[in-house]
């Protein structure tokens, strides 16, 4: 069974920290592609972090130095380390894999074509 589970999710004041975390199945942890993006109800979705050729990580300008993907390979786990929490990184956060070469346009609005999709974790961020 092809999946991808977030867990981590859930509601901080601004400054706060929170870990994300998406567990995959042995068919899903896989593509020159994989990290994560995130949505607010009304808007596009954006990408956030991600892996690229299984080691080079990728960030959004609005999260550098924030931010921290890292993934345990063992345990077919990736995770978004957030510090500094601000109220504007308040959405819907997925993690997705099997994306581009290069992971390309994943910062384009929308994404990028990515094979796997996880159901998301809500992140909420209060000022």
């Known amino acids: 069974d092809v999946q991808l589970v977030e867990s981590g999710g859930g509601s901080v004041q601004a400054g706060g920290s929170l870990r994300l975390s998406c567990e995959a199945s042995?068919?899903?942890?896989?593509?020159?592609?994989m990290g994560w993006f995130r949505q607010v109800p009304g808007k596009e979705r954006e990408g956030v972090a991600f892996?690229?050729?299984?080691?080079?990580?990728t960030y959004v300008e609005s999260v550098k130095g924030r931010f921290t993907i890292s993934q345990d390979d063992a345990k077919k786990t990736l995770y978004l380390q957030m510090n500094s929490l601000k109220p504007e990184d308040t959405a819907m956060y997925s993690c997705?894999?099997?994306?581009?070469?290069?992971?390309?346009?994943?910062?384009?609005?929308?994404?990028?074509?990515?094979?796997?999709w996880g159901q998301g974790t809500q992140v909420t961020v209060s000022s």
């Open positions: 997705a894999t099997g994306g581009p070469r290069y992971c390309s346009g994943v910062y384009a609005p929308g994404g990028s074509f990515f094979g796997y």
């Open positions: 042995e068919d899903a942890y896989k593509g020159h592609c």
């Open positions: 892996f690229e050729s299984g080691w080079r990580t």
